[in-house]
């Protein structure tokens, strides 16, 4: 894992850019009123070759949809996606068919996206059989390195997806996911399913095959414990937008959104003996229905600092540091008390 990328790497071309991508889904309020839903709501990100990107929020925020749309398993309203310096939308046949090779994803729930009547062999080399002309052979000689690869005895080869524990089920979709060799994969929750003692497991053989095959992650998750001990940058989203995004060591040390304040000190000091200054915010209320998304910032409803301007206009993702952008009118700086301690305190963004 790196915390800082190395000049040549910051001036190559980001592997993916993703420009004001939005989903909104149509649905029926239940009298027949159609209502646009915004899952996805105008984000804007990129993603350097070989870094892995956590992506945070609350249940319903659009995280799985910006991975379903990543890996084309849904349309997109509007924006733009640009992978490896190509407009996914102006692709030809065979450049789609490639980019859907190189694109990849790990589900939440091992054992739904794992067909049982398939033997594991048969599942980890399915992606080969369709999308290469491997001959028999080749691809059960490849499918046993695959095995290797992801801690997976041979002898297993047989046996069927009930037949494995949860963390085994996941190191099956992990082999299917990298078969291809893939650039770029989508890990949706991979771990939240599993016991706590396999989640560093997996956690740690996903890091192991990220050097080893030069893999790309895009990391979502709930919480921030597994995203912080994977990720690069995160970014946090909230209700379709992204609201802060930077590298891992900022965004704990220097959160500047009240959401992600609220986040971050929700998450336990990892030395219950060191004084735990930080900002707390508890947030009250429910997340508001992406049908009916609050005026102007759509955070202020649960603010507990929000102001007249939060209710009339919408705050742009500004980068106020460098690589540290954040959509909030008053965003937190640390600065110096009287007392000389650090401390977090409110101000005004003037753009
Ligand atoms: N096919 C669909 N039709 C209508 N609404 C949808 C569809 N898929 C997702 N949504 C809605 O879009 C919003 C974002 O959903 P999404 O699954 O992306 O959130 P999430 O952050 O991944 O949540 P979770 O952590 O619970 O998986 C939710 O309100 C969800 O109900």
């Known amino acids: ?91 030809t046949k065979e450049e789609m068919r490639k980019s859907r090779a190189d694109i990849q994803m790990i589900f939440q729930d091992p054992f739904s996206s794992l067909n049982p009547r398939m033997r594991v062999v048969d599942i980890i080399g399915e992606p080969l059989k369709t999308h290469t002309k491997m001959k028999k052979n080749e691809i059960r000689e490849k499918v046993y390195q695959l095995m290797d690869a992801v801690g997976l005895d041979r002898s297993y080869g047989s046996r069927y997806p009930h037949e494995f524990s949860g963390g085994q089920r996941q190191r099956i979709g992990i082999a299917r996911a990298i078969a291809l060799r893939p650039k770029l994969i989508i890990c949706d929750e991979p771990v939240s399913a599993l016991d706590v003692s396999i989640q560093a497991q997996i956690l740690n053989l996903l890091i192991k095959l990220q050097k080893e095959f030069s893999l790309t992650f895009i990391f979502i998750a709930h919480g921030l414990p597994a995203v912080k001990y ?106 110096q008390n009287k007392k000389g301690e650090d401390e977090l305190e409110g101000i005004s963004a003037s753009k």
């Open 1 to 91: 894992m790196k915390d800082n990328l190395s000049v040549q790497e910051m001036d190559k071309r980001p592997l993916l850019e993703v420009q004001n991508l939005k989903k909104h889904f149509e649905v029926s309020d239940g009298f027949r009123k159609k209502k646009l839903l915004k899952a996805v709501d105008g984000i804007n990100f990129y993603l350097n070759e070989g870094e892995t990107l956590g992506i945070v929020g609350e249940s319903g925020c659009g995280k799985s949809t910006t991975g379903n749309l990543l890996i084309h398993l849904l349309e997109k309203t509007d924006g733009k996606i640009i992978f490896n310096g190509k407009d996914l939308d102006q692709l």
């Open 230 to 335: 994977i990720s690069d940058r995160i970014a946090v989203m909230y209700l379709g937008k992204i609201v802060e995004i930077t590298t891992k060591n900022q965004l704990f040390n220097q959160p500047m959104h009240p959401y992600t304040v609220s986040l971050v000190s929700a998450v336990p000091l990892p030395d219950p003996f060191i004084r735990d200054t930080r900002e707390r915010i508890i947030l009250e209320g429910d997340i508001p229905s992406n049908v009916d998304i609050p005026s102007g910032c759509r955070f202020r409803t649960r603010c507990p600092y929000a102001q007249e301007r939060c209710k009339l206009e919408e705050p742009d993702l500004v980068e106020l540091e460098k690589g540290h952008s954040v959509a909030c009118h008053f965003p937190f700086r640390t600065i």
